[in-house]
């Protein structure tokens, strides 16, 4: 169920639903309701997102994405498949979407096997742009090599209220053990932001102050080859021991 200007928006296995007071206007209670169907494309048991007026849903089988908003050429709802020209993207089953607003509008999503996919979303009254891709994150889920397994995305607006934090539950094999990092993906950088402070690392750290040959704190990475930033260039790989 999702909520929308003209009511409420609700999916079943079966079919998709616009429902709202019997007469305009009107609140919806047990004895003013109305409910329309107008699609048969069914949804998945998943919380849809919302960006602009639509609602994004997951289709029941978990393989597709459909955006779920009113046309006013047709005066109704329709269901756009958002995964139509990138139909393997939903391969494995996705069971999570979250929606982020800015800096852009992403629609982020979480696979039965692990895998980081995001589509960008832009929407306007005649155009839709949708583009999809996937993200691996580095690090491995097994002893084996297997890539890490992203098993869970939130999206909640950063503490200066500029841009929207995308947080991630992710499970990797680290040192002989399965372990779980929680981390969220930094704002994309900006013209007047330091090239000291450009840098995108899974599961890092960061060290700010006077010079240094060894950083200290890095249980959680025991045993890994780890990337090094130092002042906006990139050093050589090291292995974390003791810490």
């Known amino acids: 169920i999702a909520s929308d200007e003209k009511g409420l928006l609700a999916g079943t296995q079966a079919n998709e639903w616009a429902i709202a007071g019997s007469d305009a206007g009107l609140v919806i209670t047990p004895t003013s309701v109305y409910a329309k169907k107008s699609g048969k494309y069914g949804s998945a048991e998943l919380q849809p997102a919302r960006l602009g007026k639509a609602a994004i849903y997951v289709q029941k089988s978990q393989r597709k994405v459909r955006e779920y908003t009113f046309f006013y050429d047709v005066a109704g709802f329709k269901s756009v498949d958002l995964t139509e020209l990138a139909s393997h993207i939903g391969e494995s089953g996705i069971i999570l979407i979250a929606a982020q607003t800015e800096p852009q509008p992403i629609v982020w999503g979480v696979r039965t096997d692990g895998v980081l996919i995001a589509m960008t979303y832009d929407r306007d009254s005649e155009n839709l742009r949708a583009g999809w891709s996937r993200h691996i994150l580095g690090g491995q889920s097994t002893s084996g ?46 013209d007047e932001d330091a090239q000291a402070d450009g840098y995108f690392l899974d599961c890092g750290a960061s060290y700010d102050g006077s010079a240094a040959t060894t950083i200290s704190g890095l249980w959680h990475l025991e045993g890994e080859t780890v990337d090094v930033c130092a002042d906006g260039a990139v050093q050589t790989s090291k292995t974390v021991a003791s810490g």
Do not use: Q
């Open 145 to 190: 090599g297997a890539d890490p397994v992203v098993e869970s995305v939130a999206v909640i607006p950063a503490s200066s209220g500029s841009y929207d934090e995308v947080w991630l539950s992710v499970k990797r094999y680290i040192n002989g053990n399965t372990v779980r990092s929680v981390e969220y993906l930094e704002k994309p950088f900006d």
